[in-house]
Nanobody
Framework: QVQLVESGGGLVQPGGSLRLSCATSKIIFSVYDMNWYRQGPGKQRELVANITYDLITNYGDSVKGRFTISRDNAKKTLYLQMNNLKPEDTAVYYC?????????????WGQGTQVTVSS
């Protein structure tokens, strides 16, 4: 059974940093496009950052210059380095794996990790 397990969330003060990890199993990690989404209280889930299988990265406007997405294919793990955190970054952060096979989408989600930015 495919598993995506996030870790690294927690409580941090404004201006602080956190590094999220998403450990995967039972998927061919290297061929998947990988994404970080987040859902804040009372908000819709939004795309934070993504990294394609060929290492192209994209970021949401609100996190550009502060967050960095990366992947280690050997460890089958996705990362999100978050710097200069703001209270509005408070959310549950989800890892998501995506690929298209024979015109069919394959999507897998983690259970989420809570990030709270507060003084």
């Amino acid at each position: 059974q495919v598993q995506l397990v996030e870790s690294g969330g927690g409580l941090v003060q404004p201006g602080g940093s956190l590094r999220l990890s998403c450990a995967t199993s039972k998927i061919i990690f290297s061929v998947y496009d990988m994404n970080w989404y987040r859902q804040g209280p009372g908000k819709q889930r939004e795309l934070v950052a993504n990294i394609t299988y060929d290492l192209i990265t994209n970021y949401g406007d609100s996190v550009k210059g502060r967050f960095t997405i990366s992947r280690d294919n050997a460890k089958k793990t996705l990362y999100l380095q978050m710097n200069n955190l703001k209270p509005e970054d408070t959310a549950v952060y989800y890892c998501h794996a995506h690929r298209i096979v024979a015109n069919k989408a394959l999507d897998f989600w983690g259970q989420g990790t809570q990030v709270t930015v507060s003084s």
